[in-house]
């Protein structure tokens, strides 16, 4: 999957994401090897509100969910890994629940979502308001090697983030649906993540149309597949996912990989929702649509029963 594209990837990740904190510009600086000038089209632009500063912040007038890290038995790494799990308000096993599993950045593990969005509260005001499905978030650790810690030379790493593909259908799911009381349906599976874990998100999202039927790349790295590569059958496409969703800032210098893909997705006619925010490749950024994203996530087509 990486080949010669790792050389790019590198190139164009080794300034932007770090092991722990995403990096912001006022002004995108120009770099050797950076896809320069940022262009624009009509269609990049803010397609959804900014929302408020507080779409995060605990409510104690409301019911809360529970975020709990459990491990699993991976066949596929050989070794027993950890991932958190957000289970909603409420939960019961008398109830069936669809399922969000959102993926990390190349720095990142299983816990890099709680430091960038705070999901447990997010996910509870939403729920609360009415505005999101009552959902299952599994956030696991998309390096599947035995030493999955984001440290030292986290480039390194590469090629686990292509395996974690058979990680995640093999063992992950599995050890979700025997664990918690959820709909085993693609109907009511979403991928969605956020830079690596973006391109992961729609690598693995438009690879596998039989087991996700909601996709979201929040501000994609380039181990995002070549839009022609990543949607072979565009004519099928246009009627098998409930949700596409792609979004970058402004300011992100990654913004051209994003670009390649909505430009494929809007020639094709394949329906997707395209948001351009005036942020970087920063928490804001992926905070912010995944809100977005969790209000149109398992709407009509997938909810608890």
Same mark, same amino acid.
């Given at each position: 999957m990486?080949?010669?594209? #790792?050389? *790019?990837l !590198?190139?164009?990740?080794?300034?932007i994401?770090?092991p722990?904190l +995403?990096?912001?510009?006022?002004?995108p600086? #120009?770099?050797?090897?950076?896809p320069?000038? *940022?262009?624009? @089209?009509?269609?990049?632009?803010?397609?959804f509100?900014?929302?408020?500063?507080?779409?995060s912040?605990? #409510?104690?007038?409301? %019911?809360?969910?529970?975020?709990e890290m459990?491990?699993?038995e991976?066949?596929?790494v050989g070794?027993?890994r950890? *991932?958190?799990v957000?289970?909603?308000?409420g939960y019961?096993?008398?109830?069936?629940?669809?399922?969000l599993?959102?993926?990390?950045?190349?720095g990142?593990?299983?816990?890099e979502?709680?430091?960038?969005a705070d999901? !447990?509260?997010l996910l509870d005001n939403?729920i609360?308001d009415g505005k999101a499905? +009552?959902m &299952?978030?599994?956030m696991p650790?998309?390096?599947?090697q035995?030493?999955?810690?984001a =440290?030292g030379?986290?480039f390194?790493s590469? %090629?686990a983030f292509?395996t974690f =593909?058979?990680d995640?259908l093999?063992d992950?799911?599995?050890?979700?649906?025997?664990?918690?009381s959820?709909?085993?349906d693609r109907?009511?599976r979403? &991928?969605?993540?956020?830079?690596m874990g973006?391109g992961?998100?729609l690598?693995?999202?438009f690879?596998?149309?039989?087991v996700?039927a909601w &996709?979201g790349g929040? @501000?994609?790295a380039p181990?995002t597949r070549? %839009?022609e590569?990543?949607? %072979?059958d565009p004519?099928m496409a246009r009627?098998q996912y409930?949700?596409i969703?792609?979004?970058?800032g402004r300011?992100?210098?990654l913004?051209?990989?994003s670009q390649?893909?909505e #430009?494929f997705l809007?020639?094709?006619q394949?329906?997707?929702?395209?948001?351009? $925010?005036g942020?970087?490749? $920063?928490?804001?950024?992926?905070?912010?649509? !995944?809100?977005?994203?969790c209000?149109?996530?398992f709407?009509?087509k997938?909810t608890? =029963?």
């Amino acid at each position: 999957m990486f080949g010669s594209s #790792r050389i *790019l990837l !590198l190139t164009l990740l080794a300034s932007i994401c770090g092991p722990v904190l +995403p990096i912001t510009w006022a002004q995108p600086p #120009r770099r050797p090897g950076f896809p320069q000038p *940022l262009e624009f @089209s009509p269609t990049d632009r803010q397609n959804f509100p900014e929302p408020a500063a507080d779409i995060s912040k605990q #409510r104690p007038d409301i %019911p809360h969910g529970r975020l709990e890290m459990i491990q699993y038995e991976s066949k596929t790494v050989g070794t027993t890994r950890s *991932l958190n799990v957000y289970t909603p308000p409420g939960y019961t096993t008398d109830t069936r629940y669809p399922v969000l599993y959102l993926l990390h950045g190349i720095g990142g593990d299983e816990t890099e979502w709680q430091r960038f969005a705070d999901p !447990l509260n997010l996910l509870d005001n939403l729920i609360a308001d009415g505005k999101a499905a +009552p959902m &299952i978030v599994v956030m696991p650790n998309g390096r599947a090697q035995k030493n999955d810690r984001a =440290e030292g030379d986290v480039f390194a790493s590469a %090629p686990a983030f292509a395996t974690f =593909e058979k990680d995640l259908l093999n063992d992950v799911i599995p050890a979700i649906e025997g664990r918690y009381s959820v709909k085993a349906d693609r109907d009511s599976r979403a &991928i969605a993540g956020l830079s690596m874990g973006g391109g992961q998100a729609l690598n693995f999202g438009f690879a596998n149309p039989t087991v996700f039927a909601w &996709i979201g790349g929040f @501000s994609a790295a380039p181990n995002t597949r070549p %839009p022609e590569q990543l949607i %072979p059958d565009p004519v099928m496409a246009r009627t098998q996912y409930h949700l596409i969703w792609l979004s970058c800032g402004r300011k992100d210098q990654l913004l051209g990989i994003s670009q390649k893909t909505e #430009r494929f997705l809007q020639q094709q006619q394949i329906p997707h929702s395209w948001n351009v $925010d005036g942020h970087g490749h $920063d928490a804001t950024h992926w905070k912010h649509n !995944l809100w977005h994203f969790c209000q149109q996530v398992f709407q009509h087509k997938a909810t608890a =029963e």
